[in-house]
């Protein structure tokens, strides 16, 4: 390969961009981070937008390569869509900076932070790395909650509309059907958690600090001693000794998350361990976000029968 | 690669240290905006230990000046202040101070790069590490082991940094296929002396990279620079007086593959890497410039010299924050034709120096590392020698993320 042929080459790229036949793609093309987010756009979006999530419910959203074929997938997106609150602080810059798409970047209407949309819990008074992997910002994992999913939805509902203003219409109808179908299901959900108020859990890691202030159940321990360090038999030990004075039902770990600690502490204390999906595709049977709850309440409520 | 500065220069990067300090220790506002622009620093020191001590050369290659193995016993290694951030909604800009254990600081990386141009396009501008390669654009600290790959010590002085600019254009495809073109200054090795009125080097890659099912991902990547290099010295100790003038043409053929159980790379993953290098220079090697009788040997037209390396290697994380390594890599410098060369450091003396590393590597944290290296320099005629290392890697406050 010469020189020439890659200027030759350079100017032939120059020439495709300018008859972009992207430019007449129909769809709104999102780049979700998270599955939830995906399913979220597709549920507003329907046949309007095409959304792929970047991640799956079985990997672990704070530890993703930066692969090319996720830079290639930003470089055709038209709304990057994810949680924010530093989730994706090792990986997402490097996708928007490779990707040399100027549609998505921060600031502009192709990029949105679910986070940025919902009140966020346990932000630390004082970010210092000696407590672990913090999220200065506040806990990142807002998707637990179903209000905050309501939250999400009216924006990425607006922003639809924004982005492709001649289904404006189709996306406000399919956001206000979202909306009542969702504050239907979580009125439902609400009531079939009413046994799970004041429930004392043991949870991997902060996962579920959303869900459980939506439930009123009491995380009493975490099994990483601080957040994003691996669980150790001496933390564990302190842990069961304290479960021991004060027990709790459960142990509580997502989809993505290795077993066999909450396993060793369950199996010693007696009590059922229990995977959550924590998104979509981390069980069988969570689907899309309406089975996701069915099925986090229904692994839930279990162990109480 | 690494420009000194005078003590003035110094005393302002230790300010700029301080305030990075200040920054690390200041609470982050919500919203993830925390601090622009973003402020890190790495920090990184080995203890060695060498069953023989032998100064780093490589038969058949006149050396860049910033190769080798390392020292014997206690070594701070480079200190560095990363900078970056974006500047406005057109430019991103990112500046890292290197600061030498032996005083001295430098300039590794200042860069801008657009994020606004259309149709994939960007520009980047200013001293940045070219997009040749694999590891040439990866930082020393991200990479498996002590050193860099024998042949990009042999062929690229370690890495290939410089002044210039850089066009990059991503393909609208639904795999990554980039195309990149740089111009540079032509100051760093294997370029030098700025030639073609400070147009010294060129170069131009092709990457392409996909995924392989839920699992599996791979990048490949072909590259070529061309540099010219002007009374281009060598940092070989044993013979620190060898210019080349002339010009060096290298190309290289990269390939990448990563594997993580269903794509989750947290608890364990796998990651093999290969490189091919080759490089042509045709010009002339003049020894002992200050001699009686300055020797020039002869490198053009069908003398051009050859020289060509490769290196393997594998990572492997079998555990949360525990990883083991194995690199295995060659040169090899083809005799020149000129006879004038035969007994200098010119001559390849029979032996195609290898290097053989294995490291294990255990993270206290996501921002501490500590790594054990065994390294079997074979680079020379003779015994073998064995190298030991110990080495910490640190990284405090905000901190790029990482590349593929």
């Known amino acids: 390969m010469s020189f020439k042929a890659l200027f030759l080459g350079l100017a032939l790229a120059g020439v495709l961009a300018v008859l972009d036949p992207g430019a007449a793609r129909a769809k709104v093309n999102v780049f979700a981070c998270e599955p939830e987010w995906a399913a979220l756009a597709r549920e507003l979006g329907g046949d309007f937008v095409s959304a792929q999530s970047a991640t799956s419910g079985l990997q672990d959203p704070h530890h993703i390569e930066a692969r090319p074929s996720l830079i290639a997938r930003v470089r055709n997106a038209d709304l990057v869509l994810c949680t924010g609150a530093e989730l994706e602080v090792g990986w997402l810059p490097v996708l928007l900076l490779q990707s040399a798409n100027p549609n998505i970047q921060p600031g502009t209407p192709g990029y949105l932070e679910a986070a940025a949309m919902v009140p966020l819990l346990e932000a630390p008074a004082q970010v210092d790395r000696a407590q672990g992997d913090v999220h200065a910002a506040g806990n990142p994992h807002i998707q637990t909650d179903p209000r905050n999913i309501a939250r999400v939805a009216a924006s990425l509902a607006q922003r639809f509309e924004q982005l492709d203003p001649s289904h404006a219409q189709d996306y406000a109808q399919r956001g206000a059907d979202f909306s009542r179908r969702w504050a239907e299901a979580s009125a439902r959900w609400k009531a079939q958690a009413a046994p799970l108020k004041g429930v004392p859990v043991v949870v991997h890691h902060k996962d579920w600090t959303y869900l459980f202030a939506w439930l009123g159940i009491e995380e009493v321990g975490t099994l990483e001693p601080k957040p994003g360090v691996p669980p150790s038999t001496a933390h564990l030990n302190q842990l069961m000794a304290q479960l021991r004075a004060h027990p709790a039902r459960m142990v509580i770990r997502g989809g993505y998350q290795d077993d066999r600690p909450s396993r060793f502490v369950a199996e010693r204390m007696g009590i059922p361990a229990v995977a959550l999906p924590f998104t979509i595709g981390g069980t069988p049977q969570a689907t899309d976000l309406f089975r996701l709850f069915d099925d986090t309440l229904s692994r839930l409520l279990e162990p109480l029968r | ?404």
Not at chain 2, 47 to 53: C, I, L, R, T, V
Not at chain 2, 196 to 204: Q, R, T, V
Request: contains cysteine; glycine residues 14%.
């Open chain 2, 1 to 404: 690669m690494c420009h000194r500065w005078p003590m003035a220069a110094r005393v302002a990067a230790g300010a700029i240290a301080a305030l990075a300090f200040a920054a690390v220790a200041r609470a982050q506002t919500p919203g993830g905006a925390s601090w622009n622009p973003n402020i890190g620093l790495v920090l990184t020191g080995y203890y060695a230990q060498f069953s023989k001590e032998r100064p780093f050369s490589l038969p058949g290659f006149a050396l860049g000046e910033e190769t080798g193995l390392g020292g014997s016993g206690f070594n701070l290694g480079e200190s560095e202040i990363t900078v970056y951030g974006n500047i406005d909604p057109y430019l991103y800009g990112s500046v890292n101070f290197s600061f030498a254990p032996e005083g001295g600081a430098g300039v590794e990386e200042a860069f801008l790069q657009t994020t606004a141009l259309p149709a994939g396009f960007s520009l980047k501008f200013g001293r940045f590490f070219s997009g040749i390669g694999y590891v040439n654009g990866v930082h020393r600290h991200a990479d498996d082991f002590f050193e860099p790959p024998l042949p990009y010590q042999a062929l690229l002085g370690g890495q290939f940094g410089d002044d210039g600019v850089q066009a990059r254009w991503v393909a609208p495809t639904n795999f990554l296929l980039e195309i990149g073109l740089e111009r540079f200054r032509g100051a760093s090795f294997p370029s030098g002396g700025a030639g073609d009125k400070g147009n010294g080097a060129d170069a131009g890659f092709v990457k392409a990279g996909g995924d392989l099912g839920e699992s599996a991902s791979w990048l490949a990547g072909f590259s070529r620079l061309n540099a010219r290099a002007d009374g281009r010295t060598t940092g070989d100790a044993s013979a620190p007086e060898t210019s080349f003038s002339g010009d060096s043409r290298v190309d290289i053929a990269s390939l990448v593959w990563k594997w993580a159980p269903a794509g989750n790379s947290a608890s364990s993953n796998l990651k093999l890497q290969a490189e091919v290098m080759r490089r042509e220079e045709r010009g002339a090697y003049t020894l002992d410039p200050s001699g009686a009788a300055p020797t020039a040997v002869d490198f053009r037209g069908g003398n051009a010299g050859h020289q060509a390396g490769w290196y393997v290697q594998g990572r492997y994380q079998f555990l949360f924050r525990w990883r083991v390594a194995l690199r295995q890599a060659e040169v090899k410098a083809d005799a020149p034709k000129d006879p004038l060369a035969a007994g200098t450091l010119l001559g390849p003396a029979g032996r195609t120096p290898r290097l053989t590393s294995a490291m294990i590597e255990f993270d206290p944290s996501e921002f501490s590392q500590i790594r054990f290296q065994y390294s079997r320099d074979e680079t020379q005629p003779g015994a073998a020698v064995n190298r030991w290392y110990l080495q910490y890697t640190i990284t405090a406050g905000a901190h790029p993320a990482h590349t593929y």
